[in-house]
């Protein structure tokens, strides 16, 4: 097996975030607070006295998101970020319940990757040499793969997806993690999404394919029925794909602070 605790992704700075944001989860991840699902800790949820520790968080990391407040605390909590010096980026909380997951194993009754194509699920053995793979995928696709302790399901339950072609190529890639702590509220729903395909290999249903098999295995696996995933406010294929597996955008949005010293990108994701 490789050493996921040196496995991290993205460009420089996205390593930097994976690799602050692995120290920091070691700290908190027995505390409800706090979420994760491989790429930054997180506020689990938006509370008026939750400022100072979403500050902190970001300014140790450089991000700090929190997903799923609604719209009016939201407004509330970026005037008081960016008032400290921080960026802030939003994305539409898009949610789906036991619907979505029927949905997804009604999309794989009737249609199946290309026959090129072999899904491969990421775990303790899968090589090094993939994973560069992947996420050599998901940066061209402006998406950022998760660190490899949460890859292999070595931190939370998760199921991260990817399709190789004969030649060994991955042409496309999907995940769901159940982020929250089992004590929170949240506990029941699971992230969903880092659906990427290939520039060459988009038209074929890869995408929403892999998605329906992450939504299928994270609950044969490990039984969850809720999902949601963040899309950015006027991405139409991503709103399609997912009114396909019967998400639907919510009232709410997920907000994030970055912090510009440590992390300048701008934004963490598309």
Not at 53 to 74: H, K, M, N
Not at 142 to 165: E, I, N, T
Request: with cysteine; hydrophobic share 40%.
């Amino acid at each position: 097996m490789e050493n996921p605790s040196t496995e991290y992704f993205g460009s420089e700075a996205q390593q930097g975030l994976q690799w602050r944001a692995d120290k920091v989860w070691i700290l908190l991840k027995e505390d409800p607070q706090f979420s994760c699902h491989g790429r930054a800790v997180a506020l689990a949820e938006y509370q008026k006295n939750n400022l100072s520790t979403q500050l902190a968080l970001a300014r140790l990391q450089g991000v700090c998101p929190i997903e799923g407040i609604d719209r009016a605390s939201a407004k509330i909590r970026k005037t008081e970020l960016e008032a400290e010096g921080l960026v802030t980026d939003e994305y539409v909380s898009w949610t789906g319940g036991p619907d979505a997951f029927d949905a997804a194993g009604v999309v794989l009754q009737e249609r199946a990757l290309p026959d090129d194509l072999t899904m491969m699920e990421i775990d303790t053995s899968t090589p090094l040499e993939d994973l560069k793979k992947v996420d050599a995928l998901t940066q061209i696709c402006d998406v950022l793969l998760p660190m490899g302790l949460f890859l292999r399901g070595l931190q939370k339950p998760s199921v991260f997806l990817f399709a190789k072609d004969n030649e060994g190529r991955v042409v496309g890639a999907s995940a769901a993690v159940a982020q929250y702590h089992s004590d929170h509220d949240k506990s029941k729903k699971v992230w969903w999404g880092m659906l990427a395909t290939d520039e060459s290999r988009r038209g074929e249903g890869i995408a929403m394919l892999l998605g329906a098999m992450a939504l299928r295995k994270i609950n044969a696996k490990f039984g969850y029925t809720e999902c949601f995933t963040g899309i950015r406010e006027g991405n139409k294929p991503s709103e399609a794909l997912c009114s396909k597996l019967a998400l639907a955008a919510s009232s709410n949005v997920d907000l994030i602070a970055i912090y510009p010293p440590a992390f300048s990108g701008g934004q963490l994701t598309k």
